[in-house]
Nanobody
Framework: QVQLVESGGGLVQAGGSLKLSCAAS????????MGWFRQPPGKEREFVSH????????IYANSVKGRFSISRDNAKNTLYLQMNSLKPEDTAVYYC????????????????WGQGTQVTVSS
């Protein structure tokens, strides 16, 4: 069993930056791919980014490519999401998750989820 706890969300002005963290406990996640998803108000959960177990390979949604950067510190069992040049449309609850199997960009492929952290970007 893996427990995930996100932190780092908050209120920021458009153009600003935030760095989200996702701390894993219960077991090491270093051998698993991990991802970030988000759920904007009134919308479905959507893929943001994925990182391979080693951290070498990353994937981004087109909407965040060039602005967001995913990384991980396997020694700390922690996943990160650096978000720059934030836009009001980035407002959402952000979730981290551990990849299990299937398609990397769909939520059904992930087995464990955090409780989410709110990111609000004001215009």
């Amino acid at each position: 069993q893996v427990q995930l706890v996100e932190s780092g969300g908050g209120l920021v002005q458009a153009g600003g930056s935030l760095k989200l963290s996702c701390a894993a406990s219960g077991r090491t996640v270093s051998s698993f791919g991990m991802g970030w998803f988000r759920q904007p108000p009134g919308k479905e959960r959507e893929f943001v980014s994925h990182i391979s177990p080693s951290g070498i390979s990353t994937i981004y949604a087109n909407s965040v490519k060039g602005r967001f950067s995913i990384s991980r510190d396997n020694a700390k069992n922690t996943l990160y999401l650096q978000m720059n040049s934030l836009k009001p449309e980035d407002t959402a609850v952000y979730y981290c998750a551990v990849f299990a199997s299937g398609v990397l960009t769909t939520s059904s492929g992930y087995a464990y989820w955090g409780q989410g952290t709110q990111v609000t970007v004001s215009s």
